[in-house]
Nanobody, 124 residues
Framework: QVQLVESGGGLVQAGGSLRLSCAASGRTFIRYQMGWFRQAPGKERELVAAISRSGGSTFYADSVKGRFAISRDNAKNTMYLQINSLKPEDTAVYFC?????????????????WGQGTQVTVSS
């Protein structure tokens, strides 16, 4: 089992940047592929980025390609999401998630473990 805690959210003006972090408990972080989801009010939860165990494979939703960058540091049990050129439509609660399956990164949304989320608000 793994526990996930997100941080780094906040209020930022359009065009600005944020870096979200997801800290994982335990010593088995490398066993999990990881993902970042977001959920805006009244909308379904959306997978925006995912990364394989080694970090060698990544996935991005079309809506964030070129602006978001996912990474992980297995030595620090931490995953990151660098968000650049923020837009008002990026406003959402951002969740990190972990899954132990062997499915290809970005091909599924049913992750096993979830953090509590961090709010990102982008003002125009």
């Amino acid at each position: 089992q793994v526990q996930l805690v997100e941080s780094g959210g906040g209020l930022v003006q359009a065009g600005g940047s944020l870096r979200l972090s997801c800290a994982a408990s335990g010593r088995t972080f490398i066993r999990y592929q990881m993902g970042w989801f977001r959920q805006a009010p009244g909308k379904e939860r959306e997978l925006v980025a995912a990364i394989s165990r080694s970090g060698g494979s990544t996935f991005y939703a079309d809506s964030v390609k070129g602006r978001f960058a996912i990474s992980r540091d297995n030595a620090k049990n931490t995953m990151y999401l660098q968000i650049n050129s923020l837009k008002p439509e990026d406003t959402a609660v951002y969740f990190c998630a972990a899954d132990s399956s062997l499915r290809v990164v970005g091909t599924f949304k049913q992750y096993e473990y979830w953090g509590q989320g961090t709010q990102v608000t982008v003002s125009s």
